[in-house]
């Protein structure tokens, strides 16, 4: 062989060993090792012609061909075993009279059936929906099968979302910025479009499909009124075209004074008759752009937003009034209830509740409130939101948080399906035990027909969109829970590593081990015992629990901690704020006595002397040394655990990873002695001595700036 020759062969084995840079996600096709369903699989037959149906032929056409190594024959008959059919009964005939029908109808509108058939003598892998869509579905579950090694010889799957509106919110500027964004710029290119399609609002649209995600709101909570005009109509329109067939719908964040800024109205006031025209006209002329449009998004009297309140008027007025012109349309509101005033002595962590609890039954049918995880604001743990369980007139959604805002931003691998999961598990104990938060928001507690799951998106114009390689494994686990929220964090974990990494089960161990564990470890080294809200002042980064001078006392890290010389932890029991007598009677039973509080929100709710013994016997100055000292350690574990996979990923992922693990363990030992040290001077005791003393000084810690830290 010619130099020049082997020259090229080895450069082009190290670019095929070095050359994943993430853009595919978990829709690689990598064939994998154990190919045993080649023999299954010869052929593909769609039927139907919509723009849905399309994408399906496509899909299986790209999956199929990149798993089985091979171009993929399309079939119009069935004269052969193995051939995959995908349709409805209504574009196929041959599913039509396949004998399916009652498994159609337990598939519901949306949901899906892959079955193992015989049509004539020839075996085949039927993949129908009651509707196009639910053959899409269909079509992404059977590739995910292929991806992870599943058997798919004698296949009888049915599978229906338990969640209608399956979203996510962009907090994504007009300008590109994206509040909270630790993955570069909006996707939106709001210059090019309408004119510039990129394949990127494609790719996004396949990726979401794949998990079932059927919603996107575009912009930002806090809202810029401009998207309302007629150019930015447009430019919608053009990403709603792109996105309807895949299923996914699109909404707007609707400033609530748009009236004013952008009508020339004097007010907003949502029961002035000319507002309520204003809105209706502009509902409509959003309907002339985007039949299947949405719905409105509104963050209303919180955090600066403008609102209902500020002409005396309440949440449900506010609401209400959109939700008339939009019912016309069969679009609806989602109104958010993270609301909090400064003006409001109360304890932050009650206000929604005290707000909202009032207007149960007061809002149309097509409103839905949306209730972050949590009443303070995506903390790495927190207790469920009382409000989960206090409103049964009003379907509730949920609002997660897949961003990683409060959880290591760009730089920290932490797996968030743990976080979904031990809030939608929770007991809200609304009509006795077995009352989860996961009942309350998919409408079976109350019978609500229209139910739903946000999580504010982590995608931005990184080549890997989510920045940190494991980040899109949040985006991925909010989209699988919100289908099923019974799937176990452990399957979406494994899932997600087979499609995106490997199916070697060396690999698969080890690497869903350190993501399961990774959202205690964050939570250990910088929020432990249920400190919370202690981080750095409006970028949100790093450790700062001594910021004590912000105009707002609910926006001081200290406000929460509440460390002074007798102990640390905000009491919230009756003695204090008496936060807990929101929740349910047995729910906050495990919690409201400092004795019996599980000592993983125990700071939450409580003021706790510093030598109270907790259940480990250490006091518990010596527990906040222990949990975050081992935090620590355990991330510096994960960085070493990392190290041992190498064989199984491609050199630019692993390096990557590699990095950002080194990081994210200086940035833990950071947390820790910021954090230690500052509480320290409350505590006045000392460090125990098997552990080794902070290298800076309070001092340094406190003057660590990050002026240009994103996502503000
Ligand atoms: C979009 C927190 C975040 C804000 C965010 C707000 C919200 O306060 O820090 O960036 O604003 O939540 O959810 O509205």
Known sequence: MKRTTLLILCLSCFLAAGAENGYDLWLRYKPSGNQTYRQHITAVLTTGSSPTMKAVRDELTRGLSGLLQTAITHSTAVNRDGIVIAGTPHSSPLIHNAGI??????????????VTKKIGDKKCILISGNSD????????????????????????????PRIKLRMLNHWDNLDRTVERGYAGFSIWNWHTLPGYIDQRYIDYARANASIGINGTVLTNVNANATILTKPYLEKVKALADVFRPYGIKVYLTARFSAPVETGGLKTADPLNEEVR?????????IYTYIPDFGGFLVKANSEGQPGPQDYQRTHADGANMLAD??????????????????????????????DFVPLDGRFRPNVMVQVKNGAIDFMPREPFHPLFGAMPKTPLMMEFQVTQEYLGQGTHLVFLAPLFAETLQSDSYQKGPGSTVAKVIDGSMDGHPLTGIAGVANIGSDINWCGHPFAQANWYALGRLAWDHTLSSKQIAEEWLRMSYSNDERFIGTASKLMLESRDIMVQYANPIGLHHIMGTSHHYGPAPWVNDLNRPEWNPVYYHRADSTGIGFNRTATGSNALAQYHPEARARWENMLTCDEKNLLWFHHVPWDFRMKSGRSLWDELCYQYYTGAERAGKMRDTWQTLQPYVDRQRFEQVSMLLQIQHEEAIWWRNACLLYFQTFSKRLIPAEYEKPSKTLEYYKSLQFPFAPGI
Do not use: C, M
């Open 101 to 114: 029908a009652p498994l159609l109808q337990q598939a519901g509108e949306e949901g899906f059936i892959i």
């Open 133 to 160: 869509v639910g053959v899409l579905y269909g079509a992404f579950h059977f590739l995910r099968l292929l991806q992870t090694e599943q058997p798919v010889e004698q296949l009888h799957i049915v599978s229906t």
């Open 277 to 285: 025209q204003w809105w209706t006209k502009k509902v409509k002329e």
């Open 325 to 354: 012109a939009l019912a016309p349309f069969s679009g609806i509101v989602i109104w958010r209830a993270f609301v909090y005033s400064n003006e409001n002595p109360a304890d932050r962590h009650k206000q929604a509740y005290d």
